[in-house]
């Protein structure tokens, strides 16, 4: 299955078609048939503004890095062209998606309250639950990116998240992460074992600190929007 994902996804990369532009149209008419063009192009664009957060972060760390790529359904990525040097750097691209993620979100919640919207009281909450939801501490979610500047065996706390996930709400999706998280758990289960490895995970107790406060404090203030916009949904109450 992660070859057949892996031949998709190069497809698409070297496509001079299919780009930024075509793969977020494509995403917008698949996802109208179900939710209707207004909800279409909002969520979409909900998704570029994360994934900018990436590529913004990304370059302001001097990494080369592509526009963003959607794919269907699955979601949007930002491919890295030069790898992070150490996991401050992965940590910090890892944040960027998350927090312009979040502060769209928010403002699509400031305009559904200004405009008495629902749409864009709908968009405001899934763009804030894609944003908690990316925030699981295992790669390839961004919390998993995030919290390996801690340590790579917090990914083992991902794991019995994704299996709740996927008791409470069964999604083809969860099980494709789920096979993509799997050489990120042995890795984690294993621990730091080569001198490479030591150096890349090498960073300061204080920036340490600093990133795990910001990351808690994103997790808490997403959870508890999340539901205060769940709440305000009609099918919430």
């Avoid at 994360?50 to 526009?67: D, K, Q, S, T």
């Avoid at 998606?97 to 009281?121: I, M, R």
Wanted: charged letters at 10%; a neutral charge; hydrophobic letters at 55%.
């Amino acid at each position: 299955m992660l070859k057949i994902l892996a031949v998709l996804l190069g497809a698409l990369k070297f496509s001079k078609f299919i780009g930024t532009g075509g793969t977020m149209l494509l995403s917008v008419l698949l996802y109208s048939f179900i939710f209707g063009w207004p909800y279409a192009v909002g969520f979409v664009m909900l998704m570029f503004v994360h994934e900018m957060g990436h590529f913004i972060a990304a370059r302001r760390r001097g990494l080369e890095v592509g526009m963003p790529t959607f794919i269907p359904f699955i979601g949007a990525w930002v491919e890295l062209k030069t790898l992070p040097h150490n996991a401050e750097t992965e940590a910090y691209v890892g944040l960027g998606g998350p927090l312009l993620g979040t502060a769209g979100a928010l403002l699509c919640w400031l305009f559904a309250n200004e405009y008495d919207s629902q749409l864009l009281l709908a968009l405001a909450y899934s763009g804030c639950f894609l944003n908690l939801f990316n925030l699981i501490p295992i790669s390839p979610f961004d919390g998993g990116r995030i919290t390996a500047i801690l340590s790579p065996r917090i990914w083992l706390l991902g794991v019995p998240i994704l299996i709740g996930l996927f008791i409470w709400h069964p999604s083809p999706l969860l099980i494709l992460m789920a096979l993509m998280a799997v050489p990120k758990v042995i890795e984690a289960w294993q621990g730091i074992t080569t001198k490479e490895q030591e150096k890349y995970y090498d960073v300061p107790l204080t920036t340490r600190i600093n990133y795990a406060i910001i990351y808690l404090s994103m997790v808490v203030f997403l959870a508890l929007v999340t539901q205060s916009l769940y709440e305000q949904l009609p099918n919430g109450k």
